[in-house]
């Protein structure tokens, strides 16, 4: 499988460990987790809603988030969110990331981020990377600032201001 540069041989990566966390391929064993990801009123907030747990248990495959470019992070054994470097149309990666509720707060988005941006700095040296949130997201927003986004543009999308920056 090929996708601009990354195949089957380079994906998945060997994971990737940083202080707390690992980010490493999905499992069978984090589908629970994804289904919480996608099922919480928390993490819908931003990303147009939950959608029915009823559903997701019916649609999820077996090992969900499968695809180059994403991965599942991990703390102390067990899945807390996922960050994603999907490849868009433009020839830029679009980074993005949701996390359980319970890991908020903790800065590990951050440092799962900034792990998986260094590794698309070393698996697509040169493409830029591009994030968009919701810019009454202050979190996101904060977070955004910190890994070295620059705003590109804001538009309306989804009923709401959505900020797109690039690194």
């Not at 495959?61 to 991990?74: K, L, N, T």
Request: proline content about 7%; glycine content about 12%; some cysteine.
């Amino acid at each position: 499988m090929t996708e601009r540069g990354i195949t089957s041989d380079t994906w998945p990566p060997a994971p990737i460990q940083t202080e707390r966390l690992v980010l490493r391929a999905s499992e069978a064993r984090d589908r629970a987790a994804f289904v919480e990801l996608f099922a919480s009123p928390e993490v819908g907030t931003y990303i147009g809603g939950a959608r029915p747990r009823e559903e997701l248990e019916r649609a999820m495959p077996e090992v969900p988030g499968q695809r180059p470019g994403s991965f599942v992070v991990e703390r102390d054994g067990a899945m807390i969110g996922m960050v994603t470097l999907d490849r868009q149309d433009g020839g830029e990666s679009e980074l993005g990331y949701l996390f359980l509720p319970e890991a908020w707060g903790h800065g590990y988005a951050g440092e799962a981020c900034a792990a998986a941006l260094g590794w698309a700095a070393g698996a697509r040296p040169g493409e830029p990377v591009v994030l968009r949130t919701r810019s009454d997201n202050e979190r996101a927003m904060r977070l955004a600032a910190k890994l070295g986004f620059t705003e590109v543009k804001r538009y309306e999308e989804y009923g709401a201001e959505q900020w797109l920056g690039m690194r």
